[in-house]
């Protein structure tokens, strides 16, 4: 029987992105009938997920140390967060099996010893963007490779994007996705952005998909706003993303922005913030408009500038669907594969 490729993520909660690309990766690898395993957390959301892909295996995650201890065998390790590389090389001690690191965030790496020693010893490394392979150059790591995130090349349902679009009642529909925190997402500029969109657009209503610690800060922050829906997480998020008129993406800090991908791939134009690896997908002027981060007056601005300019908003559509066509599933699949082959020496995972 061949050995699997092993994947792991110790992250917490509900699935993020991280969790979906990860994910997507081992769907893509799956279409290549090779075993595969993910160790992962009971109840955040992959276990339900994964259980339809064929020839994969869900492993419970109890400790990324203790796991370590007691190794799956498998051809690779894929590590795809932080606590993930720990058990990755550990692992990797008491079998030999090579392992492999995905960074996904731009902060820099912490200036713990061992954390140097474990990304040292990886037999690969990969950021999702310039950005974040730079802060592993920082680090004094070898070189990474750049695999960029994917859309997850969802398709709405028309008759559901009317339906959405008929209960918020609202025009034009302005909608964010992310992790309700603040200090990541920006939500609360997005919320004092609305009242300056709504002096032109009365109509204008926002809507809020992901959940997080500060949901109660930004419910208190919205109510006399007027106009903001805090929609919790959806199955069918494609049929709520395409339901908007405007994406809008504040972020104070950014590895990529695959939902920004996502939106490019339904066609709905988007305003970001100007950080970390935003504008290497989204292109300011051609593919979004691009402000500061933090800056609410200028993200209100960006923001009526498509709303009242269908040649503009044509523009960042069209710029957005060629980003996505090259950024797809099929081709960060087919960038792993390679990778695990060159790590193999040559021979096919």
């Known amino acids: 029987m061949d050995l699997p490729i092993v994947h792991g993520s110790y992250a917490r909660g509900p699935i993020r992105g991280g969790e979906r690309q990860m994910l997507l990766l081992v769907e893509e690898i799956a279409k290549h009938n090779i075993p595969q395993v993910i160790?992962?957390?009971?109840?955040?959301g992959v276990h339900e997920y994964a259980s339809s892909i064929p020839n994969v295996r869900i492993a419970h995650?109890?400790?990324?140390?203790?796991?370590?201890?007691?190794?799956?065998?498998?051809?690779?390790?894929?590590?795809?967060?932080?606590?993930?590389?720990?058990?990755?090389?550990?692992?990797?001690?008491?079998?030999?099996?090579?392992?492999?690191?995905?960074?996904?965030?731009?902060?820099?790496?912490?200036?713990?010893?061992?954390?140097?020693?474990?990304?040292?010893?990886?037999?690969?490394?990969?950021?999702?963007?310039?950005?974040?392979?730079?802060?592993?150059?920082?680090?004094?790591?070898?070189?990474?490779?750049?695999?960029?995130?994917?859309?997850?090349?969802?398709?709405?349902?028309?008759?559901?994007?009317?339906?959405?679009?008929?209960?918020?009642?609202?025009?034009?529909?302005?909608?964010?996705?992310?992790?309700?925190?603040?200090?990541?997402?920006?939500?609360?500029?997005?919320?004092?952005?609305?009242?300056?969109?709504?002096?032109?657009?009365?109509?204008?209503?926002?809507?809020l998909l992901g959940s997080g610690v500060d949901e109660e800060k930004l419910r208190k922050q919205a109510e006399p706003v007027g106009g903001v829906i805090f929609a919790g997480h959806r199955q069918n998020i494609a049929d709520w993303i395409a339901a908007c008129d405007l994406l809008l993406h504040p972020?104070?800090?950014?590895?990529?922005?695959?939902?920004?991908?996502?939106?490019?791939?339904?066609e709905v134009p988007i305003v970001a913030s100007r950080v970390d690896g935003i504008p290497e997908i989204a292109i300011d002027g051609t593919s979004a408009l691009l402000i500061e981060p933090g800056d609410t007056a200028g993200l209100a601005d960006a923001a009526l500038r498509v709303l009242n300019d269908d040649a503009l908003r044509a523009h960042i559509v069209a710029g957005g669907r060629e980003v996505a066509a090259r950024l797809g599933p099929?081709?960060?699949?087919?960038?792993?594969?390679d990778l695990y082959e060159s790590i193999l020496g040559g021979t096919q995972p």
């Open 39 to 44: 160790v992962c957390r009971k109840g955040n």
């Open 251 to 266: 972020a104070y800090e950014e590895g990529l922005g695959s939902t920004l991908l996502d939106a490019m791939h339904l």
């Open 61 to 207: 995650a109890r400790h990324h140390l203790l796991d370590g201890f007691r190794p799956i065998p498998a051809r690779l390790y894929h590590a795809h967060e932080a606590r993930a590389a720990y058990w990755a090389a550990i692992s990797t001690l008491l079998t030999r099996t090579p392992y492999l690191i995905t960074k996904r965030t731009p902060n820099p790496l912490s200036e713990n010893r061992m954390t140097h020693r474990v990304y040292r010893r990886a037999s690969a490394l990969v950021g999702i963007s310039d950005a974040v392979c730079d802060v592993i150059r920082a680090a004094g790591g070898h070189d990474p490779s750049l695999i960029y995130s994917a859309h997850r090349n969802m398709t709405a349902d028309p008759e559901q994007v009317r339906r959405i679009r008929q209960e918020i009642g609202a025009d034009p529909v302005i909608g964010q996705v992310g992790a309700l925190v603040d200090s990541h997402k920006g939500q609360s500029h997005t919320i004092a952005a609305l009242s300056q969109i709504q002096s032109q657009f009365p109509g204008a209503k926002l809507v």
């Open 330 to 337: 099929k081709a960060m699949g087919q960038s792993y594969l």
